[in-house]
Each structure stands twice: as C-alpha cells, then as structure tokens.
C-alpha cells in the first residue's frame, strides 16, 4: 500500500500491534531496540531491525538511512537525538514531530501548552522535591495532592498520592529522592476515566474514536469499555471535541490517547496526552472498522484516514497483568478466553513475566452490554490477583 519504509523506536507490544497492522498492508517495518527477540521484532521479520538503545544518535542515524518515516512506539525517547536526524537525514519525516514528543514528554509542559490552548485542566502547579515547596503547594490546592515526575512516567510510576504532610518525607523518597523533577496536580475524585483516541493527518486534519471508559486498579489500566456506557450523547460528543481540540494544538501526524477524568458535575478534565497508539485503544482492532495501528501508519505515511467507527455494540478490553515471574496464571486466563465467544487473546511475547508488566490482553465482542458482562464475567472470575 506504500513503498514507503516505517523505522519504529521501540520494543514492546505497541510496536509488536502496529507491526501486525504494516504487515496486512505490506508495508515494511524496521525496529530499532536492544534485543533481537523483543515482541515487536517477533511480529515482523526482517534483516533489517537493529539491535541497540532508541535513545543513541548513532543508532537512530543508522535506523533513519533505512527508512522513509521514523515513529515512536513510546514518548520517552531522546527528542534532540531526533531533531539530529532530522538535519543529517532531511528527506526522513518524523511523526510524531519531534517538538510534539518533547512537549508531551515532560508532563509539566504538556499540562502548560493544554492551558494555553484553553484546554479543560485541574489546577496544577509546579513544586521543587523538598518537604517547604509540597507543604506551599498543598496551602494552595489542598490534601490530598496528586504529586507526580515530569518526564519517564507510565503506570502511575511516578505518581504519589500524598494523604497527608507527615507522607511528604516518604512521597520524596518515593519519587527519586529529589533527583527528578515533579509536579503537583489538585486531586481530582473522578466519577469515570475517559479516553479518546484522536488520529491526525499529515494535512493537520483529526478524526476521533468513540469515547470509552478506562477502569483502573493499582494505577495500571485494567478494563477499558467502548462505548462508553450511557445514554447521554451531548457527554460523548462534549468528550470527542474536547479530545480533538486538544490534539489540533500539536504538530504532526500521529494517533494519540486522550485521557480524561468526568467529574461529579458533569465536567470533563484532561489527564495526559500519549502521542502514540494506546492501551485504551487497543479495542479498535476487533471493535472498529480500522484499528488505530492502521490509522497510525495512514496517518504517518500520508494515506486516507479510515473510519473510526465501531462495527460491533459493545466490547471491552481487559488487561494480562502478570502477578509473578511466572506466566502460569495468565494461560488460565487465556485457556478461559479460549472458550468464551467473542474473545480474541493476544499474548505479546515476552521473554520475562513479572508482576505488574503488561504481558497481554483479551478484547471481547458482544451484540449487546447485557452479554458482554456475561461473556467477561468467567475471565474476571479466574483473572489472577496482584501480589501485594
Ligand atoms: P499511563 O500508564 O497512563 O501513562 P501515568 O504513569 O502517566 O500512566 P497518570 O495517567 O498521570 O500516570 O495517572 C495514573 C492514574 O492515576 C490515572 O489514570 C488516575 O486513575 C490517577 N490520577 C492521576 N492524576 C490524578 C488526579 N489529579 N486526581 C485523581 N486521580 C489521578
Ligand atoms: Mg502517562
Ligand atoms: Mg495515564
């Protein structure tokens, strides 16, 4: 569908996703990571793929005379290593733009570029790792804090809850003992956890996804709903703008993940912003009519957008956590999936299982919400439980 070659920074199961999706339009796909058997080189075989760190200049150099179109499969790459491609190797495109990932990429800044594009936020503020700064902040917005890393976040890592000022001692500790920088969110107590996927062209154009619902437990994703369950449309449509609004005021191709909370009183605030396809997206393969792996790689090499609509009534998502380093518990889960109509599992492959990685997911179909709870129901039921 394209002569163009895709170079992707990353390893892990997003990449080993939009490999799948290249490989069913033939379009070649060269990853760049530290090992030879990561899951996203599994999924697409090639002489080219190369062994090394994403964040080495030589490396991505090497990686960029491969290929047409350079993408991240994760935020946290190094960006002035890629604005170095981008002068030694004018002819290779970056998508997302590199200004986009760095902006994204420090939590703080990303949270003050929603603001000044007017962008529905909580209060947020800045604060220096030492018990004066958190005790000032928490004068302002209040206890509980929602304090939080800059940059290198995922899965709540980097994330600390402080109840109460005797905590702040423990919260810095927790956060890196002040050697990386933070910054502090007002608390939000969310009623639901929205996500929407927005693509946008390289024309600057945007389409979302359907709003759905992300159920989180230990601050990692657990389940994800689409659509969303309720009756109140103006709610969705009111999400899917903002969603679209918010990734109108970056540059650059890509998919992106919206994530929102929806407050007691109807108000909808964003979280963060993932310049990348998303675990909340993951439905769209089996749930909708293109997946947002396929609408990633559209959107980057310049082809039509496909639609974003659903072609099934209900699905759900439901994450593989592993729970130990062994693997045996998530294969029941599976074995389960196996018999249960609708389910389509995907294992991701990796070599090590350990507690509290991501190591696959089932979707589930349904022609109505009514059977979808039934058809989750027996995986809830055999879906081990996180050591503690
Ligand atoms: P991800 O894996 O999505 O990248 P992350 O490490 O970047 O996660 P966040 O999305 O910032 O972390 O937060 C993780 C979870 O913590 C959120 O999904 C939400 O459940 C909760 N949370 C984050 N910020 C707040 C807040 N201000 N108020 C209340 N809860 C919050
Ligand atoms: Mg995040
Ligand atoms: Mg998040």
Known sequence: M??????????GQLGRMLASAASLLDIQIVFLNVSEDAPAKQAFASSKHIDGSFKDLQKISELASKVDVLTVEIEHVDVDALDAVKRSHPGVKIYPAPETIRIIQDKFLQKEHLNKHSCPLGEFMSVDPTPGSIKFVTEKLGLPLMLKSRTQAYDGRGNFLLRSLSDTGKAIEALGSGSRPLYAEKYLPFTKELTVMVVRSTSGEVASYPVVETVHKDNICHLV??????????????????ARNAVKTFEGASIFGVEMFLLEDGTITIN?????????????IEACETSQYSNHLRS????PIGSTSLKVPASVMLNLIGVSDSMEPIKVVCSKALEVA?????????????????????????PSDTELRDRLRPLLQVLPSPES
């Open 300 to 303: 980057i090499l310049s082809l």
């Open 342 to 366: 609708g389910a389509s599992i995907h294992l991701y492959g990796k070599k090590d299982c350990r507690n509290g990685w991501k190591m696959g997911h089932i979707t589930l179909v349904a």
């Open 2 to 11: 394209s002569d163009q070659i895709v170079g992707v920074l990353g390893r």
């Open 272 to 284: 963060e912003i993932a310049p990348r396809p998303h675990n909340s997206g993951h439905y769209t």
């Open 225 to 242: 709903f689409a659509p969303l369950r309720t009756t109140d449309t103006a709610l969705c449509k009111h999400a899917e703008t903002i």
